[in-house]
């Protein structure tokens, strides 16, 4: 079966479409947060502010892109350990998130989570962030800048490529559903 072809943002009858183990490459928008930013956003959403970008339309990538270096658009931009923003990821979710990239398995929490609100976990090849980053056109931080690697940066990608992890069915390919 062949990799899908999708622009960015998701519908929400692309979200349906998907399906556990399915292939796809991506183009458009990623916003990358990790574990301090995660933590800013559930704080904001708990005190009734609005998160630095729309978390309706919105894919989170967990990503801290390394010092880019002379000559290029990023540098190396790998996924980190998904579960590490399990704490923070229900909060999110219930404010309207329904896509996260990351790598490895989520927590029981999360999973029951997503399957009530439609959402989707991917996954990315973890080890090839410095082949990853030749799918970064372009990038920008856009809030919490003093968390230096942490920001939240906004990524335009090409062709950048994922696995669905768990669907919006709760369908999972580490077997749990």
């Known amino acids: 079966m062949s990799a ?3 622009t960015l943002p998701f519908t929400g009858r692309d979200l349906a479409g998907l ?16 574990d301090q930013a995660h933590k800013r956003l559930a704080e904001a959403l708990k005190l009734g502010k609005r998160p630095p970008f729309d978390l309706k339309t919105a894919v989170i990538y967990y990503c801290g892109p390394t010092k880019t270096p002379k000559g290029k658009r990023i540098g190396s931009c790998g996924p980190t350990t998904s579960c590490r923003m399990d704490a923070f990821t229900p909060a999110l979710l219930d404010a309207g998130l329904k896509a996260m990239i990351g790598k490895g398995n989520r927590s029981e929490n999360v999973l029951a989570r997503m399957k009530k609100r439609k959402a989707v ?3 990315t090849y973890a080890g090839c962030g410095a082949l990853l980053a030749k799918q970064v056109v372009a990038l920008k931080a856009v809030a919490y800048k003093d968390l230096g690697p942490e920001a939240v940066y906004r990524l335009t990608v090409k062709d950048f490529p994922l696995i669905v992890g768990v669907d919006t069915k709760g369908r999972n390919v580490y077997g749990k559903d």
């Open 4 to 6: 899908q072809h999708i």
């Open 121 to 123: 976990y991917f996954l």
């Open 19 to 34: 399906r556990a183990g399915q292939r796809l490459y991506v183009s458009g928008t990623l916003y990358t947060a990790r």
